[in-house]
């Protein structure tokens, strides 16, 4: 079936660093995919989407690529802040599903230290 | 705008007893999705309901079930409680009639089952 891994965390930069966070995935079609942020105490919230190759989705400085040829959707950020202290949570959503269902990676925690 | 929220926000019940939890998505939202977070497994969809009709299910025993209201306030019950069940649930929801949009996702319901 479809799945998601990300790299395993915790991941720890200084501020002004820049980030990689790496994601691929399985799936028999083609996903759309995501990735989602969980700041402390609170719930997910959608960071940036792409829904076909080669899209860049982007937001707050994060951008992520579609790329089919490597079944990857890594998610960069070229200067990071304490406040992008979070959970970051790479997700896909096969075509075939009628709605709400996102298979998700693991998770992967990020601490910024000033 | 009110955001999702789930009720109540910790609960911890004994192996054996059944537990309820409530949903309610941002005004407007046919579409109420249910995920179980643990360390182990992360995030699992457990399933997702639009107009009150299951349209899609995760690889979850029997005991867990959910229903949808007229208003789109969605409930999902565990019986039987395990040990193994302890997590935080949560739910989310969503404009999209078909396929899988953004989802918008509450702060979620930690049970504890002793």
């Known amino acids: 079936g479809d799945s998601v891994t990300q790299m395993e965390g915790p991941v720890t930069l200084s501020e002004e660093a820049f980030l990689t966070i790496n994601c691929t995935y399985t799936a028999t079609g083609y996903p759309s995919l995501f990735w989602y942020v969980q700041y402390p105490g609170e719930g997910l919230q959608l960071l940036l989407k792409a829904t076909k190759a080669d899209d860049k989705g982007s937001n707050k400085g994060f951008e992520a690529t579609y790329r089919k040829e490597t079944t990857s959707f890594h998610l960069e950020k070229g200067s990071v802040q304490v406040s992008d202290s979070a959970v970051y949570f790479c997700?896909?959503?096969?075509?075939?599903?009628?709605?709400?269902?996102?298979?998700f990676g693991q998770g992967t925690e990020l601490s910024v230290k000033p | 705008k009110a955001g999702v929220t789930q009720t109540p926000r910790y609960l911890i019940k004994t192996r054996g007893q059944q537990v309820t939890l409530s949903c309610s998505p941002i005004?407007?939202?046919?579409?109420v999705s249910w995920y179980q977070q643990t360390p182990g497994q992360g995030l699992q969809f457990l399933f997702e309901y639009f107009s009150e009709t299951q349209r899609n299910k995760g690889n979850f025993p029997g005991r867990f079930s959910g229903r949808q209201f007229s208003n789109s306030r969605s409930e999902m019950n565990v019986s039987t409680l395990e040990l193994g069940d302890s997590a935080l649930y949560l739910c989310?929801?969503?404009?999209?009639?078909?396929?899988?949009?953004?989802?918008?996702f509450g702060e979620g319901s930690r049970l504890t089952v002793l």
């Open positions: 989310a929801s969503s404009l999209a009639q078909e396929g899988t949009g953004e989802l918008f």
């Open positions: 997700a896909l959503s096969d075509p075939g599903d009628q709605g709400g269902k996102l298979i």
């Open positions: 005004s407007g939202h046919r579409s």
